[in-house]
């Protein structure tokens, strides 16, 4: 199937949808497994490339190695720690798709493999490199010029919404004016709408990231219909 008339989409999916701090949301799964395999029709031939986040669990495994071994714990540690976990969550999502997906996860974004499936599955590479960033490496390796960022906020907001109640959604940003929002250091399981450094190497490549909510997929069907939606482009 996979011929020139394939559409590539990459989506960069939060592990925070997939593993909020109460537990693995199967009820997002299941969604997300409807709203997928309903993309893929025999009118629009498409292809897509998930590249899975660690979410929670990430975060529940640095923190129990901090409260063990405190200071000693380097960022190549915590980052391995994030990377296993966006490779069992990635496993997760192969597994439900299984019968159409693509039977390796990619996880070495030096090796371009050749995948015709429908659904392939990526996960964490190496120490300073988030999903985000793997999600922009997919584009360079597969030709895509725009990522779809799913995650649990709605928008990009000029501050951080959760400290200034008078923070404000932005619709439309550019890549320069998102970096000055974010800053240029990718920090172990840090929470950005788009990490730092996938956010320099997206600017760089001309790749254009699509920050929608992950859990309301009647607004990223809008997108997919090339209707008004609600969430942040940026370019």
Known sequence: MANGHTEKIVISLGGSLIVPNGGIDTDFLSKFNGFIRAQLTDDIKRQ???IVGGGSTT????EAARKVIGDKL???DLDWLGIHSTRLNAHL???IFRDIAHNYILKHYEIIRKVEEQVVIGSGWKPGWSTDFCAVMTCEDYN???IINLSNITQVYDKDPQKFPDAKPIDKISWSDFRKLVGDEWVPGMHAP???VA???AEEFGVRVVVLNGKDFENINKYFKNEPFI???IE
């Open 48 to 50: 897509f490339f998930l």
């Open 59 to 62: 975060r529940n495994y640095q």
């Open 74 to 76: 380097t960022r190549d």
């Open 93 to 95: 999502i192969r597994t």
């Open 144 to 146: 895509v010029k725009t």
């Open 194 to 196: 788009f990490d730092p």
């Open 199 to 201: 956010a320099k190497r």
């Open 231 to 233: 969430g942040t482009v």
